[in-house]
């Protein structure tokens, strides 16, 4: 099965910040990733898919980049906002069965 | 808007099954993906199963032998029945629904969680 590795997995960071998260998966799969925001007793909300496409409603501050042979994934939020204090996860959909990373925590 | 609804019993004995079901309300369940997805502390978030609405389903190999998905289009309703549950299947389950095969999960459910234990 495919694996996603995020990192890092706890991120201190301050409102107003940019952000950078990474997922790396253990082989190329093309632009079939998905990054997920999931506050304390949520349930996950998608925020992009296929590596760049914001879901509906998500704000244009998150924004989802490839490169690496179309192994190595970045969600980046431009200006971080207290609302955005959170897990992200990433998740592949290019490969059965479809598998998530870890996930990176943002805290104050 | 389209909203999952997971019910379950919250607590199964080890050995027995699981049975969950995942109402759907405010769309229709034809013709988009419908999954299982669960969340543990030790083994992060895990895909188990999807059913489409035709009926044809693929399942994680971590569980297939112990599963079953499946979909009752009449009562916008799908569900899971996972056998011979043990600890490691202590975890909260979500349902979420997904456009295509190959595509992000874009509706969760808000979860119910299952504890395994005598």
């Known amino acids: 099965e495919t694996v996603m590795t995020q990192s890092p997995a706890t991120l201190s960071v301050s409102p107003g910040e940019r952000v950078s998260l990474s997922c790396r998966a253990s082989?190329?799969?093309?632009?079939?990733v998905a990054w997920y925001q999931q506050k304390l007793g949520q349930a996950p909300r998608l925020l992009i898919s296929?590596?760049?496409?914001?879901a509906t409603g998500i704000p244009a501050r998150f924004s989802g980049t490839v490169s690496g042979a179309e192994t190595e994934f970045t969600l980046t939020i431009s200006s971080l906002q207290s609302e955005d204090f959170a897990v992200y996860f990433c998740?592949?959909?290019?490969?059965?069965?479809?598998?998530f990373g870890q996930g990176t925590k943002l805290e104050f | 808007q389209v909203q999952l609804q997971e019910s379950g019993p919250g607590l199964v004995k080890p050995s027995e099954t699981l049975s969950l079901t995942c109402s759907v309300s405010?769309?229709?369940?034809?013709?988009?993906?419908w999954s299982w997805i669960r969340q543990s502390p030790g083994k992060g978030l895990e895909w188990i199963g999807y059913?489409?609405?035709?009926?044809?389903?693929n399942y994680n190999p971590s569980v297939k032998s112990r599963l079953i998905i499946s979909v009752d289009t009449s009562k916008n309703q799908f569900s899971l029945r996972l056998s011979s549950v043990s600890a490691a299947d202590t975890a909260v389950y979500y349902c979420?629904?997904?456009?295509?095969?190959?595509?992000?999960?874009?509706?969760w459910g808000q979860g119910t969680a299952i504890t395994v234990s005598s």
């Open positions: 998740q592949q959909f290019h490969d059965w069965p479809y598998t």
């Open positions: 405010g769309g229709p369940i034809a013709f988009y993906y």
């Open positions: 296929l590596a760049s496409t914001r």
């Open positions: 059913v489409f609405s035709s009926g044809s389903t």
């Open positions: 979420a629904r997904a456009n295509a095969v190959g595509d992000a999960f874009d509706i």
């Open positions: 082989h190329s799969i093309s632009r079939n």
